[in-house]
């Protein structure tokens, strides 16, 4: 049985996906160990709650990163997780913090990276004009919406789109690829060359 620790800063939709994926099978032989938040009041945290799911708000306000992500790490060792998904976390990870969690911390990010990291990227792909968007689920190092990529889907920007309507298509194509990321990489079916992400037997 493989724990899975998922990190939180708001809605919480992506981990509920995740959620749903190991109830289901979808993701086998997997738990949800807990549920940290860096902020009072997430969404995703009562989710989390409603599904029985040990939760903690660990709030982050006023804490220097490394003092901060210290005390994340701490409660995720406690809970002996696997494997750590982040889950619309907004903030950025202490190079202590990966470095606890070698190739164990996976993102969820809503572009085709590396296009538009950072902040509300499916305004910037709009207002950039391109004619695909997506989402990326990627193993996470020190630097913002970078490290190496599990998976992608796309989506076609039409001219019709609004932020709302793609970011609505993007997070349906969010919740799919997220669980199966997950499902890859607790399996340990992928090795890492450089960049790439292969898939193994
Ligand atoms: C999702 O769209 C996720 O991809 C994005 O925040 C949203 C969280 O929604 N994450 C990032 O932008 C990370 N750089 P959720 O709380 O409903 O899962």
Redesign the pocket.
């Known amino acids: 049985m493989k724990r899975i620790g998922v990190l939180?800063?708001?809605?919480?939709?992506?981990?509920?996906?995740l959620a749903e994926s190991v109830a289901s099978g979808r993701i086998p032989n997997s738990e949800i160990g807990i549920v940290i938040s860096n902020r009072d009041g997430a969404?995703?945290i009562q989710r989390a709650e409603a599904r029985g799911i040990k939760t903690r708000v660990i709030p982050s306000k006023g804490l220097e990163r490394e003092i901060y992500d210290r005390q994340v790490a701490a409660v995720l060792n406690e809970s002996k997780v696997d494997l750590i998904c982040?889950?619309?976390?907004?903030r950025l990870l202490s190079p202590f913090f990966v470095a606890a969690f070698p190739n164990r911390i996976l993102?969820?990010?809503?572009s085709l990276l590396p296009s538009f990291?950072?902040?509300e990227?499916q305004r910037q792909a709009l207002e950039y004009g391109v004619k695909f968007a997506g989402?990326t689920v990627h193993f996470v190092d020190e630097n913002?919406?970078a490290g190496p990529i599990v998976l992608q889907a796309e989506v076609p920007v039409l001219d019709q789109d609004t932020e709302a309507t793609l970011?609505e298509k993007?997070?349906k194509e969010?919740h799919r690829i997220y669980s199966e990321a997950v499902k890859i990489v607790l399996e340990g079916k992928f090795k890492i060359e450089g960049r790439r992400v292969l898939r193994t037997n």
Not at 8 to 17: P, T
Not at 86 to 90: D, K, R
């Open positions: 939180v800063s708001g809605r919480g939709s992506n981990f509920e996906a969404p995703g982040l889950a619309g976390y907004m993102n969820i990010h809503p990291p950072g902040l990227s989402c913002l919406d970011s993007i997070l969010e």
